[in-house]
């Protein structure tokens, strides 16, 4: 029986999701509620948010909706699944309930459930406006760099690394004063962790596993990793420092324990779990969890799965997935995300967006656009995600910049160097 799909979600990742989903064979009609530009070209967009259950819910039943894809984290947390399981006992559904969604939605509880399985992370504190000379107390026993971490869901800018000790005081004061409202009612402070990042990404049924193509990100708006943190710049994949020996050791002393965790604690969990991952000198340690697939990363890695994913996201629904087998492609992709001018902070959209029809050899993922009567039009402060893939990272990323320079709205911006610090590790 053919699977009618919908991709919850508007972002990069989504459309990401949609291209990969729209090219099984189990497919019947897919679906994107709300979905971009790029999505209605692979699906039928529905109106509505993603944070209206009622809305999502009408759109399973007025559609035949057999599996539900999950994108971004606060409905997850808000407790979508909870709701549609209800309404609807059949579904199938990608991605945890809210009680598993905790994994994000709060960072205490991320590093309590780290901690209580044994699984390598910082050391840490957590702190609420009561305790604010304790958390001062807490920093002048740890080396700087100080890494603060709002508690709740903070739109991805709740992470704070601060060089000065006072200037690390004064940002929990403001964090405690509602610098990101109530996400910061609680602040996690933790040792700082030196080395490399990777993100690992799984799809688990709760009982099996798979693990999909890894990938790197890049965090800040600047060159050579400076200026403001952001949702993401760019990704790469593979990482040539996740080599076997370092993906075992994930496995087992993250992947493993991870999954016996969440079933220890009684939360059936069926969806994705990204590993934000600091490699130190060859070991893995656990930064952050997220409960949904990382944008920009997605754009990369579902260019680099070669096997049938609506086929993997049915049997993590269904608690079958011991069943499935991902495969790989040996391409490396490079994505260079395109923002508009002035972002992570103030910027300006309903730009037309010009070069879209003009590009070659890349797959052209939209994040923050609309329709207009002018055509495209920029929304969002992350526009457009440009993905290349090749045999070698050199030449993928030859490919994703020829191609971003073809592409032009007022007052773009992208980084220049993404991808250079793997080409440097392989040299």
């Not at 000379?133 to 869901?153: I, M, Q, R």
């Not at 602040?187 to 990042?197: P, R």
Request: charge should be negative.
């Amino acid at each position: 029986m053919a699977i009618n799909a919908l991709v919850i979600g508007s972002g990069g990742r989504e459309h990401a999701l949609a291209w990969k989903i729209s090219q099984s064979q189990l497919l019947g009609t897919l679906y994107c509620l709300p979905g971009n530009p790029g999505t209605a070209e692979i699906a039928t967009n529905l109106p509505g948010s993603a944070d209206d259950f009622e809305v999502v819910a009408s759109a399973v039943s007025q559609n035949g909706i057999d599996l539900v894809v999950v994108g971004p984290e606060k409905p997850l947390v808000d407790g979508l699944r909870d709701f549609l399981e209800k309404r609807f006992p059949s579904l199938m559904i990608v991605g945890p309930n809210a009680s598993g969604a905790r994994l994000e939605g709060s960072k205490d509880f991320a590093k309590r459930f780290m901690s209580k399985y044994s699984i390598p992370t910082a050391e840490f504190k957590t702190f609420d406006a009561s305790s604010v000379k304790e958390s001062h107390s807490f920093l002048e026993t740890l080396k700087p760099p100080y890494v603060l971490k709002a508690d709740g869901l903070a739109g991805g800018k709740g992470v704070i690394i601060e060089n000065d000790l006072q200037t690390a005081k004064d940002c929990i004061t403001e964090m405690f004063s509602g610098k990101f409202g109530k996400a910061s009612e609680k602040v996690v402070i933790e040792q700082f962790l030196s080395g490399i990042e990777v993100s690992v990404f799984v799809l688990t049924d709760g009982e099996s596993y798979v693990i999909l193509p890894e990938a790197k990100d890049y965090k800040r708006i600047g060159v050579g990793d400076t200026g403001l943190n952001t949702g993401g710049m760019g990704a790469v994949s593979p990482v040539p420092f996740a080599d076997e020996l370092f993906m075992n050791r994930v496995e087992e002393r993250i992947v493993k324990p991870t999954i016996a965790g969440l079933k220890a604690e009684g939360i059936d969990y069926k969806g994705f779990i990204f590993l934000g991952l600091m490699n130190c000198a060859g070991d893995p340690y656990v930064i952050e969890y997220n409960v949904r697939m990382g944008d920009p990363e997605t754009e990369a890695v579902m260019t680099r799965i070669d096997s049938d994913f609506l086929s993997h996201l049915r049997a993590a629904a269904t608690g079958t997935l011991a069943d499935e087998k991902v495969a790989f492609s040996p391409l490396s992709a490079v994505t260079v995300v395109i923002t508009s001018g002035g972002y992570p902070e103030k910027y300006k959209s309903f730009y037309p967006i010009y070069g879209l029809d003009s590009v070659k050899n890349v797959t052209v993922f939209h994040s923050g656009t609309k329709n207009s009567a002018e055509g495209v039009v920029t929304s969002g402060g992350r526009v457009l995600a440009v993905t290349a893939n090749a045999p070698t990272v050199v030449k993928a990323k030859e490919l994703a910049f020829n191609a971003v320079k073809e592409i032009d709205f007022k007052d773009c911006y992208y980084r220049s160097d993404i991808a250079d610090d793997i080409v440097n590790y392989q040299k």
